[in-house]
T-cell receptor, first 114, second 117 residues
């Protein structure tokens, strides 16, 4: 089974509406979970991470993510989308189960339309 | 502080040739990781170095190799290039506060776009 899955290839949302980009993981124990964003022709930029503690993690550019252990999910959210949020979003997990490598999901394209 | 620098930005090679890509991490960072990004396979982990030691390796053939120098700069080499090696190769650095894996965030370079003809 994939260690981290992003079930949606693409998410479309209107500017000003809330957005959610989904991520589920399948590792045992306590994984480290991350979200990164990639703009065209650029490397990835860190958004936020969950290590332990509060299940709601706040990150850069107004993004937040909610860790749900029972559902093994770590969905990325933003209350009000901007056109400039349009990019490729990657969820990633680091776990001893996978040799402590940082493993990325397939990525989700977010398109925000004005 | 300068970011992660990867050179060259673009590279065109033919099958059978070899190529060396370079990565200069953020000053003070001791850990460097390499990833291959393709439309079909997404981001695939290649290797991770910490203080000149390879501490993790992905599932790539032996044609892919890397190293890290004492100043933390890293290079990766691909020998006997194949068409399927065409990809964006991304390098990332982190402070590397411990030899074992950490929860540190990675800082990525803009990548080297390799095209194999």
């Amino acid at each position: 089974a994939q260690s981290v899955a992003q079930p949606e290839d693409q998410v479309n949302v209107a500017e000003g509406n809330p957005l959610t980009v989904k991520c589920t993981y399948s590792v045992s124990g306590n994984p480290y979970l991350f979200w990164y964003v990639q703009y065209p022709n650029r490397g990835l930029q860190f958004l936020l991470k969950y290590i332990t503690g509060d299940n709601l993690v706040k990150g850069s550019y107004g993004f937040e993510a909610e860790f749900n252990k029972s559902q093994t999910s770590f969905h990325l959210k933003k209350p009000s989308a901007l056109v400039s949020d349009s990019a490729l979003y990657f969820c990633a997990v680091r776990s001893m189960e996978y040799g402590n490598k940082l493993v990325f999901g397939a990525g989700t394209i977010l398109r925000v339309k004005s | 502080k300068a970011g992660v620098t990867q050179t060259p930005r673009y590279l065109i090679k033919t099958r059978g040739q070899q190529v060396t890509l370079s990565c200069s991490p953020i000053s003070g960072h001791r850990s460097v990781s390499w990833y291959q990004q393709t439309p079909g396979q997404g981001l695939q982990f290649l290797f991770e170095y910490f203080s000149e030691t390879q501490r993790n390796k992905g599932n790539f053939p032996g044609r892919f190799s890397g190293r890290q120098f004492s100043n933390s700069r890293s290079e990766m080499n691909v020998s006997t290039l194949e068409l399927g090696d065409s990809a964006l190769y991304l390098c990332a650095s982190s402070p590397g506060r411990a030899l074992t894996g950490t929860n540190e965030k990675l800082f990525f370079g803009s990548g080297t776009q390799l095209s194999v003809l």
